[in-house]
């Protein structure tokens, strides 16, 4: 028999109940029991979602990131949020966001307005998934707390669950985390090793068969000495009485097969949709005997139908050659997937056809494995009714556009260059924007406030009829043009009160794509995003924003910069087409695109905005793999920004990504202003600019809008004075790292007002 599992199950909720409450908690609205009974209840309803498994995981539920639980279960706390009062969920809050929940006396404990400085948060490898970075010193002591997983082994086995707990693996853990003071982090493994044990051992002791130990980075390219720490730790923890099920995916194992196959673990989990099935064959005569091989045949990144019957044709044979040594399983976590389709009632219903969500996903793979212990036949309707999806994709006339097609076909060289190089240009832009020096502006979007969302809402419902939308859209616009106004903000934004999301906004108006109703996706936190289906080939039917751009410039004769996303962040924050290249995806993006810019310019917009804030969330997990991927990005954001003129300022924006190690590509770009997240990161993501000479303007964030904490005047001016160790002045912008939409006004002014002061005392000096 072939064992069916799953790696982790999305923990938001099919309706974000997750998020609500983590917010009512924030902001002291609900009780610290109150969020625990929801996370119990959303833990058991998954549980139940999950029935008809062979082993269901435990411990993939958290209240903001698995990393960070794992963080805590290894006593790995940052110092700053030590000695604070209220119990490990205050202090998981205030690594994770800079402070808990509001509660009397929480401004007495530390400072900066009754915060600590939030931990830095980067990409989850290659997907739109943030990750609370472990923090390390050579001090780092390691201490197990295992009360978090063995609540929730408790909750699941009263409940009759067939459990597998889930944690993340001891070397990933290391890899993964940033060393504050320099030091080694593999120094650490010998302390951390004892730890594991010790945390396997519990676990053995509560009567568990099999954990799954994920260590994702076998996917990546390790040296000598990583590769050493994987046969270190896995020799050291092979005498733990239970059986360790050793997940990676995300990609292949390539060159690290020998090492994966031949660690002394009972079970090896492989990712074959972002793999090979050569890699499979590979490993079968690497892998002993007795070794469990589990494999990821369902997307767990995607939401396209698998196409059943092609995965049984190669998994038949393998099924009759390792009896139950064969498990399958999802290729990663659906963390990254929606809840259920089930819950979409107003999607197209020819698309709607071709996808699966997290629970279809977990039907497709007790479909397989029924066929695989009992025959075809045993499934046949639901193999047919698979077939007729797949066909009916395959040729729906919705799906290609030729005109499309014809165009990305002509696209050459001189479509993504700019007529003057940045040294010509720079001085026009100066001549007809009149900026001081340290010029102020913000990344886009200002307070999505409750008005807004209820106008939203009364508009899609068909409550409020547009021309009602449009006075209310128009007044927030306004409100926020006024607040810059009086803040003395140097370039101004228009705010995006009109936006749902950066990326859903625009391909709601662009042909090709299709929208959920339900189909959310957890980024951070409370954070979700609800990324569009990309499906057939991309055309832009009409102007998007200009309309609204140019309304928020008749308001004020500062400049207005024109906001858009671009070709590359919408294709990576989408779910995107399996059938064909996404790059060829991402020039039709970017041809979409490049007209809505020539359109804002034509309307008298001066300065305009592409944000690419997912453009490194898309490097290949292997640097060999890098320049293909950076070479057909960087041309599809030339393509989309370089028709304009000299004058025309072109800005770009990237958040919360590691850039040091592609800084080349991004100043191929060529944009005139970029402007990146460091506040987090105390200006280390700068760290690039002393080797090498960025000739453009740059604006490093100064203001860590993820956190509620208000920077001050000397925090920001200090940021700036180690900017400007790396960057000349004259270069150099003063921006938050990211959009506004998520914080509250009364936060963002005073923040921004500190701003505007702290670029006053720079020009001072």
């Known amino acids: 028999m072939t064992t069916i599992h799953n790696l982790g199950f999305p923990r938001i909720g099919a309706r974000r109940e997750l998020k609500f409450a983590l917010e009512s908690y924030w902001t002291g609205e609900s009780s610290r029991d109150a969020l625990k009974t929801l996370g119990a209840e959303l833990r058991q309803r998954h549980w139940v979602e999950q029935q008809g498994l062979d082993l ?8 903001y990131d698995q990393v960070l639980d794992m963080s805590f279960a290894l006593g790995n706390l940052p110092e700053r949020v030590q000695g604070f009062h209220g119990d490990a969920l205050d202090n998981y809050f205030r690594v994770a966001r800079g402070r808990s929940a509001a509660a009397k006396g929480e401004e007495d404990h530390g400072a900066c307005c009754g915060g600590v400085a939030a931990a830095e948060m980067t990409k989850w490898f290659d997907t739109n998934y943030h990750y609370i970075v472990p923090e390390f010193t050579a001090a780092t002591r390691f201490k197990l707390d295992a009360s978090r997983l063995l609540e929730q082994l408790a909750e699941a086995r009263a409940q009759g669950v067939k459990l597998k707990p889930v944690i993340i693996g001891p070397v990933s853990y290391l890899a993964l985390g940033k060393a504050k003071d320099g030091s080694g982090k593999l120094d650490l493994l010998e302390r951390l090793l004892p730890v594991y044990a010790e945390l396997l051992d519990t676990l053995a002791a509560q009567g568990v068969e099999w954990v799954q130990v994920d260590e994702p980075i076998l996917v990546t390219e390790l040296d000598a000495d990583w590769q050493h720490a994987f046969n270190t730790a896995y020799h050291q923890l092979k005498s733990a009485r239970l059986k360790i099920l050793l997940a990676t995916y995300f990609g292949q194992l390539q060159d690290n097969k020998y090492l994966a196959a031949n660690l002394p673990v009972a079970g090896l989990h492989v990712d074959v949709v972002n793999g090979s099935r050569e890699d499979v064959q590979q490993l079968l005569g690497l892998l002993p005997a007795h070794k469990v091989l589990s494999l990821g045949v369902i997307s767990g990144r995607n939401i396209w139908k698998t196409d059943l019957n092609a995965v049984l044709d190669w998994l038949e044979p393998l099924a009759e050659r390792l009896g139950e040594c064969l498990w ?20 197209d219903p020819e698309i709607l056809s071709w996808l699966a969500f997290a629970k279809q996903k977990l039907d497709e793979l007790r479909v397989l494995g029924k066929a695989l212990s009992q025959g075809r036949d045993a499934v046949k309707a639901e193999l047919a009714q698979n077939q007729a999806a797949l066909a009916a994709r395959r040729t729906s006339p919705r799906v290609n556009n030729p005109v499309v097609q014809a165009a990305v076909a002509r696209i050459d060289a001189q479509l993504g260059c700019r007529a003057s190089a940045y040294s010509q240009r720079a001085p026009q832009q100066a001549q007809r924007l009149k ?17 807004i969302r209820q ?8 409550r409020l009829e547009e021309v009602g939308y449009q006075a209310a859209m128009r007044a927030e616009i306004e409100r926020s043009v006024r607040e810059q106004e009086r803040l003395g903000l140097d370039v101004l934004v228009h705010g995006e009160a009109e936006r749902n999301d950066m990326v859903e906004y625009f391909g ?11 189909g959310w996706v957890q980024s951070y936190g409370s954070r979700c995003v609800k990324p569009p289906i990309l499906f057939g080939d991309i055309s832009r039917p009409k102007a998007m924003t200009v309309s609204w751009i140019s309304y928020a410039q008749s308001l004020t004769d500062k400049p207005m910069k024109g906001m858009l996303t671009g070709p590359v962040t919408i294709l990576n924050w989408s779910f995107v087409r399996d059938d064909q290249p996404r790059s060829v995806s991402c020039k039709q993006l970017a041809l979409a695109m490049r007209e809505e810019v020539l359109d804002l310019e034509k309307a008298g917009v001066r300065v305009i905005q592409i944000d690419e804030a997912a453009l490194r969330e898309g490097l290949p997990l292997r640097r060999s793999q890098w320049k293909q991927y950076l070479d057909w990005a960087v041309e599809s954001f030339r393509i989309t920004a370089n028709g304009v003129a000299d004058e025309t300022q072109i800005h770009t924006h990237m958040c919360y990504s590691e850039f040091n190690d592609i800084i080349e590509s991004i100043a191929d770009m060529d944009a005139d202003v970029i402007t990146i997240e460091t506040s987090r990161s105390d ?15 740059i604006g490093p964030g100064v203001y860590d809008i993820h956190s509620p904490n208000i920077p001050t005047q000397e925090h920001i001016v200090g940021l700036m004075k180690k900017a400007a160790e790396r960057i000349p002045a004259k270069r150099l912008w003063v921006n938050p790292d990211c959009g506004l939409k998520t914080r509250q006004w009364a936060e963002v002014i005073p923040a921004l007002r500190n701003m505007v002061a702290a670029a006053k005392i720079l020009r001072a000096a």
Do not use: W
């Not at 269901?56 to 209240?63: Q, R």
């Not at 659906?334 to 089930?342: A, I, Q």
């Not at 900026?435 to 008005?451: D, K, M, N, V």
């Open 683 to 697: 200006m280390e993501l700068l760290d690039a600019f002393e080797n090498f000479h960025y000739p453009n303007e």
């Open 328 to 347: 399958i399983a999802p290729s990663c976590s659906l963390l990254h997937v929606p809840v259920d389709l089930d819950s979409e009632k107003k999607l």
């Open 435 to 451: 900026l001081p020096a340290y010029p102020t502006t913000t990344i886009g979007s200002f307070p999505q406030t409750a008005e």
């Open 455 to 462: 106008a939203r809402s009364e508009f899609k419902a068909g």
């Open 508 to 518: 709601e108006q662009l042909d090709g794509y299709a929208f959920s109703q339900f």
């Open 56 to 63: 269901v995981p435990v411990g993939d539920f958290s209240f």
